[in-house]
C-alpha cells in the first residue's frame, strides 16, 4: 500500500484543475463578516499564556466533541489546568475522523505554529510545548496578519458601548447589530436598552426610537451588518396598532402572541436597516440550551444547542413578501436545519437583495459546504456567493477560511475538469466567491 502524506498541499483538492484554482485563491484577504471574538481582545492586542488557553478557553466545538468522548467535564469547562485540557483533548482527536475538527486542528497546528505531526495522546506533550513557546511570541494582532484578515464584524448587543472597535494595524474591526436579547422582552433589558438610548422603552413607540438610535450610533462607529437569531420566522406578523396592545401586555403574552409581536419589530427593522444601506443576517433552525442541568451549571453558548425542526418556506416568504422589494436590505440567509436548503435557495430567486449565506455552524463540515455550494449553484446562483465567515470566539479559526477555499476549489475544479465550465470563468468565479463577493455586499 502506497503510503499517504498526511495533510498535504493538495489535502482537499484532488484534481489539477481544483489545485491551480486553490493556488490562485489561497492567499486572498480575509473578510470576516460574521464572528463572536471579543473585540477587547483585539483592542489590547491580547496574548495566551499556551495553547490549551488558546484553544480550550471558549471553543464550544471542542467542548461538545469532548463530551460525545466521554471527558469529564472538569477537563471540559472546569477547573483543571489549560495543560490538562489540552492533552485530554489530544487524547480524542483520533476519534474524530471525517469530523471538521480533525481537520482545523490540523490546519491550524500547521499554519499557525507550523507542526505538521498528527495529534494524539502520544504526541500531546510535545505538540503541547511546542506551540505554546511559539505563542509567547504571538498576539492577536500578529495571528490577525498571519491570516491576512482585512475586516472584522464582530457580534454587539445595541447596549454595547463599541469603545474596542476600530482600525489595527491591517485589520478593521466595525461591530455588528444584534438585538436578539429585545425579544425576550425582559424589563430589566428593556430598560438598560433605554438609558443606552436616553428613551422610555416601556411604549413600542419609546422602543422603537431607541432600538433606531442605537442603531445610529453602531452607523456611526462603522456597522454595515445587522444580524438576527431565532427558532423560526413568524407565522403572523402583527399591525402596528396590534403589536402596540402585544407590547403593552407583554408579561403575559401567549407564544403566538410574542411571536406576532417579533414579526412586527422584525420588519420594522428591515426598514430601518434599508435606509442607512446596511446588510442583515438572518440564522434560524437552532433550538437552544436544550439540557436544563447544563444550561443551569454552565450557561449560554456551551455546547448544548442543536437543530431545529426545518424552517417553513411558506413563513420565510410571507415575512419577505411583507416587505417591497424599494424597503427591503440586502439578505443573508442561514439555517442551521439544511434539509429545506433547496426550497429557501429557490426563494431567493423570487425576492432582489435576498441570498442564501454559508454553511452554518453544525453545517461547515467538508459534506456540509458542499451541500450548501452545490445546492445553490443548482437552485440559485453560486457566482453571487459571499463565501466564508468563522462565526468563532477563537482567533484560530481563520484557518477555516483555507478549508472553505480548498473545498470551493474542489467543486468549481470538479465543472471544469468534467468539461461542464468553462476554466477561464472559474478563475473568476472563486476570486468573487472568495473576496469580491463580501466586499461589495458591505460596501468596503
Same mark, same amino acid.
Given at each position: 500500500?502506497?503510503?499517504?502524506?498526511?495533510?498535504?498541499?493538495?489535502?482537499?483538492?484532488?484534481?489539477?484543475?481544483?489545485?491551480?484554482?486553490?493556488?490562485?485563491?489561497?492567499?486572498?484577504?480575509?473578510?470576516?463578516?460574521? =464572528?463572536?471574538?471579543?473585540?477587547?481582545?483585539?483592542?489590547?492586542?491580547?496574548?495566551? %499564556?499556551?495553547?490549551?488557553?488558546?484553544?480550550?478557553?471558549?471553543?464550544? $466545538?471542542?467542548?461538545? +466533541?469532548?463530551?460525545?468522548?466521554?471527558? !469529564? &467535564?472538569?477537563?471540559?469547562?472546569?477547573?483543571?489546568?489549560?495543560?490538562? *485540557?489540552?492533552?485530554?483533548?489530544? &487524547?480524542?482527536?483520533?476519534?474524530?475522523?471525517?469530523?471538521?475538527?480533525?481537520?482545523?486542528?490540523?490546519?491550524?497546528?500547521?499554519?499557525?505554529?507550523?507542526?505538521?505531526?498528527?495529534?494524539?495522546?502520544?504526541?500531546? /506533550?510535545?505538540?503541547?510545548?511546542?506551540?505554546?513557546?511559539?505563542? +509567547?511570541?504571538? @498576539?492577536?494582532?500578529?495571528? #490577525?496578519? *498571519?491570516?491576512?484578515? %482585512?475586516?472584522?464584524?464582530?457580534?454587539?448587543?445595541?447596549? !454595547?458601548?463599541?469603545?474596542?472597535?476600530? *482600525?489595527?494595524?491591517?485589520?478593521?474591526?466595525?461591530?455588528?447589530?444584534?438585538?436578539?436579547?429585545?425579544?425576550?422582552?425582559?424589563? @430589566?433589558?428593556?430598560?438598560?436598552?433605554? &438609558?443606552?438610548? =436616553?428613551?422610555?422603552?416601556?411604549?413600542?413607540?419609546? #422602543?422603537?426610537?431607541?432600538?433606531?438610535?442605537?442603531?445610529?450610533?453602531?452607523? +456611526?462607529?462603522? =456597522?454595515?451588518?445587522?444580524?438576527?437569531?431565532?427558532?423560526?420566522?413568524?407565522?403572523?406578523?402583527?399591525?402596528?396598532?396590534?403589536?402596540?396592545?402585544? $407590547?403593552?401586555?407583554? /408579561?403575559?403574552?401567549?407564544?403566538? %402572541?410574542?411571536?406576532?409581536?417579533?414579526?412586527?419589530?422584525?420588519?420594522?427593522?428591515?426598514?430601518?436597516?434599508?435606509?442607512?444601506?446596511?446588510?442583515?443576517?438572518?440564522?434560524?433552525?437552532?433550538?437552544?440550551?436544550?439540557?436544563?442541568?447544563?444550561?443551569?451549571?454552565?450557561?449560554? !453558548?456551551?455546547?448544548?444547542?442543536?437543530?431545529?425542526?426545518?424552517?417553513?418556506?411558506?413563513?420565510?416568504?410571507?415575512?419577505?413578501?411583507?416587505?417591497?422589494?424599494?424597503?427591503?436590505?440586502?439578505?443573508?440567509?442561514?439555517?442551521?436545519?439544511?434539509?429545506?436548503?433547496?426550497?429557501?435557495?429557490?426563494?431567493?430567486?423570487?425576492?432582489?437583495?435576498?441570498?442564501?449565506?454559508?454553511?452554518?455552524?453544525?453545517?461547515?463540515?467538508?459534506?456540509?459546504?458542499?451541500?450548501?455550494?452545490?445546492?445553490?449553484?443548482?437552485? @440559485?446562483?453560486?457566482?453571487?456567493?459571499?463565501?466564508?465567515?468563522?462565526?468563532?470566539?477563537?482567533?484560530?479559526?481563520?484557518?477555516?477560511? !483555507?478549508?472553505?477555499?480548498?473545498?470551493?476549489?474542489?467543486?468549481?475544479?470538479? $465543472?471544469?475538469?468534467?468539461?461542464?465550465?468553462?476554466?477561464? +470563468?472559474?478563475?473568476?468565479?472563486?476570486?468573487?466567491?472568495?473576496?469580491?463577493?463580501?466586499? %461589495?455586499?458591505?460596501?468596503?
Amino acid at each position: 500500500m502506497t503510503e499517504k502524506r498526511f495533510f498535504d498541499q493538495n489535502l482537499l483538492v484532488g484534481s489539477r484543475a481544483a489545485r491551480e484554482l486553490y493556488g490562485d485563491v489561497k492567499d486572498l484577504p480575509i473578510i470576516d463578516y460574521h =464572528c463572536h471574538l471579543d473585540p477587547r481582545m483585539i483592542a489590547d492586542n491580547a496574548r495566551f %499564556e499556551d495553547i490549551g488557553a488558546f484553544w480550550l478557553a471558549g471553543d464550544h $466545538y471542542k467542548w461538545r +466533541a469532548m463530551r460525545l468522548c466521554g471527558v !469529564d &467535564e472538569k477537563y471540559i469547562t472546569g477547573d483543571a489546568s489549560f495543560h490538562d *485540557k489540552f492533552l485530554k483533548y489530544a &487524547e480524542i482527536v483520533p476519534k474524530l475522523c471525517g469530523n471538521p475538527l480533525y481537520y482545523w486542528t490540523h490546519m491550524e497546528l500547521s499554519q499557525i505554529f507550523g507542526i505538521t505531526k498528527p495529534l494524539c495522546g502520544d504526541t500531546a /506533550e510535545l505538540i503541547y510545548a511546542e506551540a505554546s513557546a511559539k505563542l +509567547a511570541d504571538m @498576539s492577536v494582532w500578529g495571528l #490577525l496578519e *498571519k491570516f491576512g484578515v %482585512e475586516y472584522i464584524a464582530t457580534t454587539d448587543d445595541p447596549i !454595547d458601548d463599541l469603545g474596542c472597535h476600530g *482600525k489595527y494595524g491591517k485589520t478593521t474591526v466595525a461591530p455588528t447589530f444584534r438585538p436578539d436579547k429585545v425579544w425576550s422582552l425582559d424589563e @430589566s433589558y428593556l430598560k438598560k436598552l433605554g &438609558e443606552a438610548a =436616553c428613551c422610555d422603552t416601556s411604549t413600542l413607540d419609546g #422602543l422603537l426610537a431607541a432600538l433606531t438610535k442605537r442603531l445610529d450610533y453602531f452607523v +456611526a462607529h462603522g =456597522c454595515r451588518i445587522s444580524d438576527h437569531g431565532f427558532e423560526q420566522f413568524p407565522a403572523v406578523i402583527a399591525t402596528k396598532e396590534q403589536a402596540e396592545v402585544l $407590547y403593552s401586555n407583554r /408579561e403575559k403574552l401567549a407564544d403566538s %402572541e410574542r411571536q406576532a409581536l417579533f414579526g412586527f419589530l422584525l420588519t420594522a427593522l428591515m426598514r430601518e436597516y434599508k435606509k442607512r444601506g446596511m446588510t442583515v443576517q438572518l440564522h434560524f433552525g437552532v433550538t437552544r440550551n436544550v439540557n436544563p442541568a447544563a444550561f443551569a451549571n454552565i450557561g449560554v !453558548d456551551s455546547g448544548f444547542d442543536v437543530m431545529s425542526t426545518p424552517p417553513d418556506p411558506k413563513a420565510l416568504i410571507s415575512f419577505l413578501a411583507s416587505i417591497p422589494d424599494a424597503e427591503r436590505p440586502d439578505i443573508l440567509l442561514y439555517t442551521l436545519n439544511d434539509s429545506a436548503l433547496p426550497s429557501l435557495a429557490c426563494v431567493t430567486g423570487a425576492f432582489r437583495g435576498v441570498r442564501m449565506g454559508a454553511a452554518w455552524w453544525f453545517n461547515d463540515t467538508m459534506l456540509g459546504i458542499r451541500r450548501n455550494l452545490e445546492t445553490i449553484a443548482e437552485y @440559485s446562483v453560486l457566482g453571487t456567493s459571499v463565501g466564508m465567515l468563522t462565526d468563532s470566539r477563537s482567533f484560530s479559526s481563520y484557518a477555516r477560511f !483555507d478549508f472553505f477555499r480548498r473545498i470551493l476549489a474542489d467543486v468549481v475544479g470538479g $465543472y471544469v475538469e468534467r468539461g461542464e465550465y468553462d476554466s477561464a +470563468a472559474a478563475c473568476g468565479l472563486m476570486r468573487d466567491i472568495c473576496y469580491n463577493n463580501a466586499k %461589495e455586499l458591505i460596501k468596503l
